[in-house]
């Protein structure tokens, strides 16, 4: 709401502004119309553009307005960041535990904090098998014309409900969607937290977003080292996503990646 407010003050200043220009030409009507008709053209443009802009910077992988953003670590290690969006889900969670127990392989897991207060024993479970958890936000709203109320409310329960399950190590936060734009960053950036997105995101693409071979492939084709995979693994519809799992475990693994958590790769980073 502030960010839209803040919208709405320029586009009546340049209103205002425009109104001004026109009462204060000289020559003939017609003249003054013709200067307002440009003028009123050109502010159509640069809103359109404007727009535009902001609409692409609201779910930027690579850019914010301020604060920490991740999306890959440069490192030469054979290492790669599993991390897993929503829930927990009583249906689902043992089920991705037991596939990465399977591997030996770390991860993280993005919680939203309404599902992670509805069932703190899974998130005990996921800590008591050595991953990590981060900050989805509590009730996974588009976070980019909220308030800084609303932001700090949807961030700190979150990291509350996480920490009253057992969890003591680093939070990092994603946002819903990706979906940020100025209040969001810059509640981050005050209290000194990372944004962490990703560089890969098989199951978002249409194209494969049904075929758990086709996301596999995706996987082990894309990856570098320093890598950061989101996948949704949590819901009846991630079917092809749970599928896809053993088969990027198992083949990654034999090509010499190391699974870490998020933490862990960023600590790369500081080397």
């Known amino acids: 709401m502030a960010d839209f407010l803040v919208a ?7 209103t205002v502004v425009l109104l001004l220009v026109w009462r204060r030409a000289r020559g003939s009507a017609p003249g003054r119309w013709r200067l307002a008709a440009r003028a009123g053209l050109a ?3 640069a809103m359109t553009v404007t727009g535009a802009g902001l609409y692409q910077l609201t779910k930027s992988r690579s850019l914010q307005l301020a604060g920490e953003l991740v999306r890959r670590v440069e490192t030469e290690e054979r290492v790669v960041a599993l991390t897993f969006d929503d829930g927990p889900t009583p249906e689902y969670t043992d089920r991705v535990l037991q596939e990465l127990e ?3 392989a770390a991860a993280t897991f993005y919680l939203v904090g309404a599902a992670a207060e509805d069932h703190p024993d899974l998130v005990a479970a996921i800590v008591e098998a050595g991953h990590e958890v981060g900050n989805h936000s509590y009730s996974h709203p588009r976070m980019y014309f909220v308030s800084s109320a609303v932001v700090k409310r949807e ?7 996480l920490r009253t399950a057992g969890y003591s190590g680093p939070i990092t936060f994603r946002p819903p969607g990706c979906k940020r734009l100025l209040t969001t960053p810059l509640y981050l950036a005050s209290t000194g937290r990372t944004t962490v997105t990703w560089d890969l995101e098989p199951d978002s693409l249409p194209e494969i977003a049904d075929d758990a071979d086709a996301l596999a492939d995706y996987v082990v084709d894309n990856v570098r080292p320093g890598s950061i995979v989101l996948m949704h693994v949590m819901y009846d519809g991630r079917e092809p996503s749970r599928a896809a799992l053993p088969e ?5 693994e034999a090509d010499g990646y190391r699974f870490v958590t998020v933490s862990e790769l960023l ?5």
Do not use: F, M, N, P
């Open 102 to 104: 399977a591997h030996d």
């Open 248 to 252: 990027i475990l198992e083949r990654l």
């Open 155 to 161: 961030i700190e329960r979150t990291d509350e409900v």
């Open 8 to 14: 709405s003050g320029t586009v009546g200043g340049l």
């Open 267 to 271: 600590a790369l980073a500081d080397r």
């Open 43 to 45: 502010l159509a443009v």
